[in-house]
Structures are given as structure tokens and as C-alpha cells.
RNA sequence: CGGGCUGUAGCGCAGCUUGGUAGCGCGCUUCACUGGGGGUGAAGAGGUCGCAGGUUCAAAUCCUGUCAGCCCGACCA
């Protein structure tokens, strides 16, 4: 088809503009999400039902993830460690809510070895005499070695983080956002006092936020969980949520007061300063490669990916134009030495990360598939530019036709802090979005006016977005909180942490569902 | 785990009702022409129709089972 053919087709079939992601966001966003993590090329689904490949340019965001966060960890005096992927199952059976809270997603290992069946296949052999069961998480395995690690209160506190996988056998899956095997890390900490432990676990809800703000460029409400989305063992658990393009809110890092619930279920005790024999209080805490997700629903727009430039995989790539043999090598040895002469500046304070794509592809097709991954920069040099010793370069949070030429030297130079504001721009972008869709809310019928589509969906055209973050006052009255989540499917996200700006936050007021008193408000959401 | 839908080439799909051993678009390979935004033309390669049974002379097509994916529900830190 010719190109003016195509033109015209694009006229008569209308006004919408061609996006690299088909259906659109406000088409069908939970397709728009599924086609932009395989367009990017982050990850797929595998032969095992659940489980994703996480692909390079994937599994490259989880390393910056882990990078940050790890010096964040350590920052805060915690030791990396690891711990078995099996757990004995007479383990989980010692903390009776975690039991009720895992039991039913369980993967269990029943034999060790396998024989041959007689009919050319094979069969598990050997039984195990007790079951194991796969970790969906850690706390009764690492409760059982810190028993044997602590006697005294100079063994306090124990501060630990491992990084590991984990599987919950999942009914539904989504890539990232949902998958029986994933990825994450699990903070565990043991204290001598209450205080001690609830400071640690407020510690590193802040040690998220701050990641996930200043990193991922993701905007986060902190807060307390209801007891019905309490962590099953916990005393507390706190929370990090964010607010997705979709206004649905996703839960992005979890840190949990346990109390002294598991320190008895394990017997992790101490003796203290007067001698005497004491249960120890501990925490735990985690965020999972579901933060990548959270990025996607984030950032993401019709074209895919949007990478903020602390975690992108590369900053930029430089695209050379080899169209002609008689400037090939010219070129070529300009874009290279580009590469040193940029990996010799720094972001972040770690090098300019670069790819120099040499592919034999059309430019046109390779300049799309770099937008499709979200990389920050694009840079196109070709004889023109050379000649000029400029580089003509597109900014993925810009539209895809707005490119300029920049001076090589100027472009080098500034190269820090044109990511810097890259960067700057996705946060405040996501946080114009939440603060856009956050109401303060005071009456039954508004809020549930709020939650309520203008028009169902089918499998065709889903329900338009709608709704956002709810704040009301709630006495936090558990069956008027259940009557919501039946009725709308919508849940207290949390109890807000006071003073983080939100609208309405710490007047007293009344709950609009109880018309009892109420000292804080609470926000509501749809959720992942 | 319940209800619905879907599995045909790398991706997206048609063919199935009315059985007769596969087709389209994109992508891929090669060549030529092109070339600063998803090219043009020509010639090719690629599929035991998710898997296993059954009915039949004959199954992508009909039946049963099973696995996987998507949607809804239940469930879920």
C-alpha cells in the first residue's frame, strides 16, 4: 500500500490518531496493559500456568529495583541472608490466622524422586514422611532460625532482608501485577520492645515511600490497613498505594507489626537486662517485581512503555542512519565515540546507561520499537547531523513527532539534567493524576455515585474508568465496610498516615455509612 | 474453585454450523529499488489445526476428557 493510500485510509476511517497499542487506554485497559508488557518486551506467560518469563529488558528494571533498594536497606542496617525454599509443614502450622491466610494456595512437595511409570513416562517415588510446603512467604522458617540465633538482648536487634522467590498458587494471574511464582524481598527484624519493633516497621513504610516516589516516580499514600486487609498473624500492617491510570488503587509495599505472634509460635525469646526470659517482637516487610506492574499502569500510554530514568534498563539509545555506504563508517565512529563521550557523564551518580543500535532494520520500525520499551531518549545521527555535530533527539514523555537538534557538546553536557527533569516530570504527571481523581466525600449517595460506571461493560467495551480515591470519615465499622465491598467492590486502602497533604485528612467528622464519630478519614478504591 | 468465551504458522485471525488431511494479513528469509518515523516490488520458508481418546471409509470441523489463556464471580499481604 502506497503511503498517500495509507493516508487517505487514515482519513476515512477517521480522526483517531495510529497509537503503537491497540485497543487505547480508555478503550480497554486491562488489554491496553497486557499488550504494552509484551510490546515492550518485558515479560510473557510460560508453558507453566501462572508463571511469567521475565524477559531481559524486564528483568533489567527488577535489577535497578533491587540495586536501590538494597542500598536503602543496608542504609538502614540490615544484612542480606537466605533462607530454604521449603518449609516444613508442621511450620506453618504453628500461627493459626497465617495458616488460614496461606492454606488455600499452598504448593506442596510430597515426594522426592522420580521412577519410571512402566508406560514410557514417569512417576513421583519416595515419599516424604513430613510434606513441604514451597514458601508463599518466609516468617515461620526465619522465625525458626532466629529462635536459635537469639538468646540474649545483645543478639537485638536482628535485622535481615533476603531476596527470593516466593509462590502463592493463584486462581487469577496477570503478569507482574499477579503470578503464582514472583519475585520480591522480605525484610525480617526481631526487637526487645514493642516500641522498638512498631519504629522499625514505620521505618521502612517511609524507606518504600520514598522509593517508590523518588525511584519509580510512582506517588503513594501511606497508611494502615483495616483489620480485614490486615496481613493474617499481624498486629498491624502498613501500606504504601498507589493510583493507577485505571484510578484503581494498587497496593505496592506492605510492612507489617507482628508483635509478639510469632515470636511465640517460634519461641523466639531473650533474656534482658534483668534476666529474665522475654518473647521477642518482630516485623516484617516487602515489595515484590509487582512494582513493575505499578510502573506499567503508572507511566505507560498509548504508545507503551514509559521508562522514569532512575530504573530505566537504558537511558537512551542512539540510532545511527546508515543509509548510505559512502558515510556508513563516518557515522558509525560518530555514534561511538557519542557512546564513550555520554558514558563518561553521569546520572544518579552511576554512568549514562547506552545502546548504540547498529540493527539492519528500517528506522522508522526500530524508532518504535525503543518507544514501544519506554526508553527515555531517543537519538538519531545520520550525515546531516555529523556535519552540524548535532544530535537530533526525541523524549519518550514527549509525542513521538516533536524532536529537536541539540549541539553534541551542549547535548552531553546537559544529558544529567535532562534526565533529572525526565524523571521529575513522571512524578509530577502521576501526582496531577491522583490528586485529579481524589474527592473528598461526605455523603452515602455521592460516594456510591462516585463508584458507579455510566454504563456497564461487556467483554467489547468495558465499563469507562471511573471513580478515583474516595476520602470519607468511617468508624471503621467492619459490617458497613463488608456491605461496601459486596455492593461496589470497593475497600478501605488504608487508614492514612496523618500529615501527607491528602484533602480533608485530619478534621474529626462524622462516617457518612454510620453517622457514628469519626477522628480521621480513610481512602477508598477500587483495587488491584 | 464455579460460570462464560477462546486455543489453527512467530503475532493477529478466517475456515468448523452443512466432515473430504489448511488459508489470509502482519512478521520472517533472499534480491532489487528505497531511505531522517511503522517503505515498494518480486521470489521463498514456515503449521502432525493445544493435547489425549472416541465416532467415521475419512476429523481443524462431530463427541468426551484434559491442559492453557481471557472475562465475570469467590478468594487474595
Known sequence: MSQQKKQQQKKQSGQKPKTAIVPTRDENYAEWYQQVVRSADMAETSAVRGCMVIKPWGYAVWENIQQGLDGMFKATGHQNAYFPLFIPLSYLEKEAKHVDGFAKECAVVTHHRLEADGEGGLKPAGELEEPLVVRPTSEMI???TFAKWIESWRDLPLLVNQWANVVRWEMRTRLFLRTAEFLWQEGHT?????????EETLQMLEVYREFATEWLAIPVVTGEKTESERFPGAVNTYCI???MQDRKALQAGTSHFLGQN???AQDITFADQNTEIQHAWTTSWGVSTRLIGGLIMT???DDGMIMPPRVAPAHLVILPVLHKEETREAVLEYCEQLVKDLRAQSFDGKPIRVELDTRDLRGGEKSWQWIKRGIPLRVEVGPRDMENDAVFMGRRDR??????????TEFISGIESLL???????LQ???AHRDEHTRIIDTKEEFYAFFTPEREGDEQSPAPIHGGFAMTHFSGDEHAEETIKKELAVTVRCIPTAGQGLPGQDEPGTCPFTGQPSSTRVVWAKSY
Open 420 to 426: 533529572t527533569e525526565m524523571q521529575d516530570g513522571m
Open 299 to 301: 507511566h505507560g500510554d
Open 142 to 144: 526465619i522465625g525458626a
Open 399 to 408: 509525542g513521538h513527532k516533536e524532536k529537536t537538534t541539540v549541539q553534541r
Open 190 to 198: 526481631a526487637h526487645a520492645t514493642s516500641e522498638e519493633a512498631i
Open 241 to 243: 498505594e498507589g493510583m
Open 429 to 431: 504527571k502521576a501526582r
Open 262 to 264: 510469632f515470636s511465640k
